[in-house]
């Protein structure tokens, strides 16, 4: 199958995958994402809104000791090879997502970056497979920020300069609030100093803090409502995209990779700075997610990261689109 017929067959399986069994659906999944990982995006309709999921790219590193802070390292093996990996190495997607609602043109994170895309070609791709799916970085016209980890605010520069020059940027007040604060780095651990410099590097130096704050439960763009998500950083934000009588549920890092943490809402990933609350906020978040049926876009579920979740056993189970 050429990238291009692929691409068509992507297009149309999100209604064709729930009517599929589990088995199916799976190895179906397995050959989408191959095919939607190679093209770089996957364009769908949320409503009657056009959305599309852009691939970044994935980092594939050796797993680990403390991936996962309270699990024994062996645990977290068998779970990747009950995912059908060597258990050696880990691999973590990173997937932006864009919309288009009247004039406005949305994406939300950004991705690795230029800087990281320049040591590894595999990760920091948002603007060219943004480019790729048709939206023109310079006209896109906001920037959602979803939380201030690198692997979602890195894509804004390249070197000093914005890569989209003419968006406003969008970022959630309590997350602004925690990763601006003097007192906050003073009291922060020594591994997580990197961050707050980070931020200072991309939002104060680069963007002159240019910046529009938004709140949670309120609409930040037209169709675009925040959800307070806390507990993975202090301000962290997923969303609900809403157009007609369709929704999606756009999680940001609820979970890192699902074949870890979505069927293992309990394990508490290293990068969860309030672990307790991210297990808190897993949890709620996927029962209302799975009692309402709604699909959702992950930032870390390997692409196309979209899909349903559903309850099993004391977990869930994504059931990729
Ligand atoms: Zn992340």
């Known amino acids: 199958m050429t990238a291009l017929s692929r691409r068509s067959v992507l297009a149309g399986s999100t209604a064709a995958a729930g009517a599929l069994s589990l088995a199916p659906c799976f190895i179906e999944a397995f050959f989408a994402s191959a095919a939607a990982q190679a093209v770089g995006f996957n364009k769908y309709k949320v409503g009657s809104l056009e959305v ?50 009247g004039n406005r043109v949305v994406l939300i994170d950004t991705g690795m970056g230029p800087a990281a895309n320049a040591q590894n070609p595999a990760i920091g791709n948002t603007a060219k497979n943004l480019a790729a799916a048709g939206y023109d970085p310079a006209k896109i016209t906001d920037v959602v920020i979803s939380h201030f980890h690198g692997d979602h605010i890195n894509g804004l520069l390249n070197g000093a300069n914005p890569i989209y020059p003419n968006a406003q940027v969008w970022v959630p007040a ?17 591994a997580r100093k990197g961050a707050f410099a980070n931020v200072k590097r991309i939002f104060t130096d680069g963007l002159k803090n240019k910046v529009t704050q938004y709140e949670h439960g309120k609409e930040v763009v037209p169709g675009l409502t925040s959800v307070a998500t806390l507990g993975h950083t202090p301000g962290h934000t997923s969303f609900i995209l809403a157009s007609g009588n369709d929704k999606l549920f756009i999680q940001s890092d609820v979970t890192n990779v699902p074949f870890l943490f979505v069927n293992n809402p309990g394990w508490h990933a290293v990068y969860d700075q309030d672990a307790k609350q991210a297990e808190e906020t897993r949890r709620k978040t996927y029962d209302m997610v799975s009692a309402e049926k709604l699909r959702v876009q992950g930032f870390h579920f390997p692409f196309p990261s979209l899909g349903r979740i559903e309850k099993a056993g004391d977990g869930y189970r994504l059931i990729a689109a």
Do not use: H, M
């Open 174 to 190: 309590p997350e602004w609030k925690y990763w601006t604060d003097e007192g906050e780095l003073s009291r922060a651990p020594d």
């Open 52 to 101: 599309c999921g852009i691939a970044d790219g994935v980092s594939t590193f050796p797993l680990p000791d403390r991936f996962v802070v309270n699990q024994a390292k062996e645990e977290v093996v068998k779970a990747l090879k009950a995912a059908g990996q060597d258990g050696e190495k880990l691999s973590v997607p990173y997937n932006p997502f864009v919309f288009a609602n």
